[in-house]
T-cell receptor
Framework: DSGVTQTPKHLITATGQRVTLRCSPR?????VYWYQQSLDQGLQFLIQYYNGEERAKGNILERFSAQQFPDLHSELNLSSLELGDSALYFC????????????FGQGTRLTVV | QKEVEQDPGPLSVPEGAIVSLNCTYS??????FMWYRQYSRKGPELLMYTYSSGNKEDGRFTAQVDKSSKYISLFIRDSQPSDSATYLCAMEDDYGGATNKLIFGTGTLLAVQP
């Protein structure tokens, strides 16, 4: 158990809908990262927050947004969902700004039908 | 061309074999090199990380980085069936913390046969 908690574990939703994925980082970790893992693209970095502020952005779609709250938990919002958004979404956390020793949660498996 | 290339496998070896997993990369700015293990339907688990060039050993695992060739390796000695998983290499550049995203390889699926 990495100490990073993601909910829900599984999510099935229809195209055009909006979902929210939640992540609680390890105790004491200030950085939260979101990654998308699909069969054809592998693990892709989406976005990072550090102590409540956006720190780095990857190839995150405009339909996706995230935030980190004062208690350091983070949410990833996915809207206007398309079939191609079906993937595993992972959250990771680390103490430092750099993601060298990032610990991953178990992921949320999103299926868009 | 992807920044990080990794042979997807699958790689099948008998128990007790030495396993060699490799990644190549194109971005010379990468300074931190990591290996993650991912079991099916689980999150990636950090195995080892190395800063810059050189070797690092941890039990049955040895990580090697050759920056001149832009090539990294993970060796697993005395492989066990429990080592069966997907192994992902990951890299991070080192701009004083300005960028913190990990760039992952696509992963190599390893199966250790008892």
């Amino acid at each position: 158990d990495s100490g990073v908690t993601q909910t829900p574990k599984h999510l099935i939703t229809a195209t055009g809908q909006r979902v929210t994925l939640r992540c609680s980082p390890r105790s004491g970790d200030l950085s939260v990262y979101w990654y998308q893992q699909s069969l054809d693209q592998g693990l892709q970095f989406l976005i990072q927050y550090y102590n409540g502020e956006e720190r780095a952005k990857g190839n995150i779609l405009e339909r996706f947004s995230a935030q980190q709250f004062p208690d350091l938990h983070s949410e990833l919002n996915l809207s206007s969902l398309e079939l191609g958004d079906s993937a595993l979404y992972f959250c990771a956390s680390s103490v430092e700004v750099g993601g060298t020793e990032a610990f991953f949660g178990q992921g949320t498996r999103l299926t868009v039908v | 061309q992807k920044e990080v290339e990794q042979d997807p496998g699958p790689l099948s070896v008998p128990e007790g074999a030495i396993v060699s997993l490799n990644c190549t990369y194109s971005n010379s700015a990468f300074q931190y090199f990591m290996w993650y293990r991912q079991y099916s339907r689980k999150g990636p688990e950090l195995l080892m990380y190395t800063y810059s060039s050189g070797n690092k050993e941890d039990g049955r695992f040895t990580a090697q980085v050759d920056k001149s060739s832009k090539y990294i390796s993970l060796f697993i000695r005395d492989s066990q069936p429990s080592d069966s998983a997907t192994y992902l290499c990951a890299m991070e550049d080192d701009y004083g913390g300005a960028t913190n995203k990990l760039i992952f390889g696509t992963g190599t699926l390893l199966a250790v046969q008892p």
